[in-house]
């Protein structure tokens, strides 16, 4: 069994960026046993692994990223949650969607489903708006929507591979290691992430993530955290927030009465039975449930705070309300299914 492999199940000492190396190239080469890779991420699926683990785990990935990536998307902003939060509608796609009607440049990333009733990534697909498979195609959604999805291209091959390396095993049931580590592995040099984070238990590791992925001052990244486990911001509840640029580290608690924000409850943001697509369409045109579109007002009011495209959180969430109930946010997404259309 690789020294990885036994390292990590033994928890005697770190692993290390010259063992991960071996690792990812024994992967790579075919050379795994499907045992290796289920007993890697059942491992690393109990806990977040110490720092120097976790480091030379993400060390490890980023030496075979290739360079060059647009510096032009800088300027867009990223919201993806960590899954494994209450059942909901697509609050961050919703919440995307609303903030680039409202002229926030926004690059997304997300995934399939991990607990919900469907992720970014089956939402889309239901919604016939296809994900990009390149920068090019990034920045030419940027220019034209004001928004892209991007697609498998900007994580890693070797996440692929070893998730491809336990089929015919449920990797809903062993990789929630990846699914919460993913939002800090995609090569996208936003301005800023708002990263949702479901289980309080992963915070610790999770800062180290974001000083990671901010290291150098290049990016602004928020985790949030709330009582009800939701990997978004709530509108209903008091959301912790950590932030970090560069070596710079702070937090703050977003309390949604204190801007005006009415009460509410988990309950409000599942999806009824039925047509999720439907429902995410209700959302975006002003007909969904009060709570849900305060909520998904709030997080697009955040990616507008956390990308600096406005300090004052009360004129966000106003233009966040406005792109919704004038119709912006249904209209963007009209025009990213009609162009869709236009190149199938």
């Not at 590791?205 to 990244?221: F, I, P």
Request: contains cysteine; neutral net charge; hydrophobic residues 45%.
């Amino acid at each position: 069994m690789h020294e990885a492999v036994t390292t990590l199940l033994r928890q005697e000492r770190p692993v290390e960026v010259p063992v991960w190396r071996s690792f990812w190239e024994r992967l790579r080469e075919g050379g795994l046993r499907r045992g290796e890779s289920v007993a890697l991420l059942a491992s690393l699926a109990t806990r977040l692994p110490d720092r120097i683990t976790l480091t030379g785990f993400l060390d490890s990935l980023a030496e075979n990223q290739p360079a060059g990536v647009p510096e032009d998307i800088g300027a867009a902003v990223n919201i993806v949650g960590t899954g494994g939060g209450p059942r909901t509608f697509n609050i961050s796609t919703a919440a995307a969607m609303v903030a680039a009607a409202m002229g926030v440049r926004v690059v997304k990333t997300g995934s399939r489903a991990y607990t919900g009733a469907l992720g970014s990534v089956d939402l889309l697909e239901r919604l016939g708006i296809p994900l990009t498979a390149s920068y090019e195609e990034t920045h030419a959604s940027l220019e034209t929507h004001g928004i892209a999805f991007t697609g498998a291209f900007v994580y890693p091959a070797e996440l692929g591979l070893l998730t491809r390396s336990v089929l015919p095993l449920d990797i809903r049931q062993l990789g929630g290691f990846v699914n919460a580590l993913g939002p800090f592995l995609a090569r996208l040099p936003a301005r800023a992430q708002l990263t949702g984070v479901a289980d309080r238990r992963l915070v610790t590791g999770l800062r180290h993530a974001a000083g990671y992925l901010a290291r150098g001052g290049t990016r602004s990244v928020w985790l949030c955290v709330n009582g009800a486990g939701a990997d978004e911001l709530l509108s209903f509840l008091p959301n912790r927030v950590y932030t970090r640029e560069g070596a710079l580290e702070d937090e703050f608690v977003l309390d949604p009465a204190r801007l005006g924000l009415r009460p509410g409850s988990i309950d409000e943001l599942r999806p009824p039975d039925g047509d999720p697509v439907a429902c995410f369409r209700e959302v975006l045109s002003g007909r969904g449930t009060p709570v849900a579109e305060e909520t998904v007002a709030l997080n697009a009011a955040a990616l507008a705070v956390a990308g600096q495209v406005t300090g004052d959180w009360n004129a966000a969430l106003e233009a966040a309300r406005a792109a919704i109930r004038d119709g912006r946010a249904l209209d963007l997404l009209s025009r990213l299914r009609s162009g869709a259309a236009v190149h199938a």
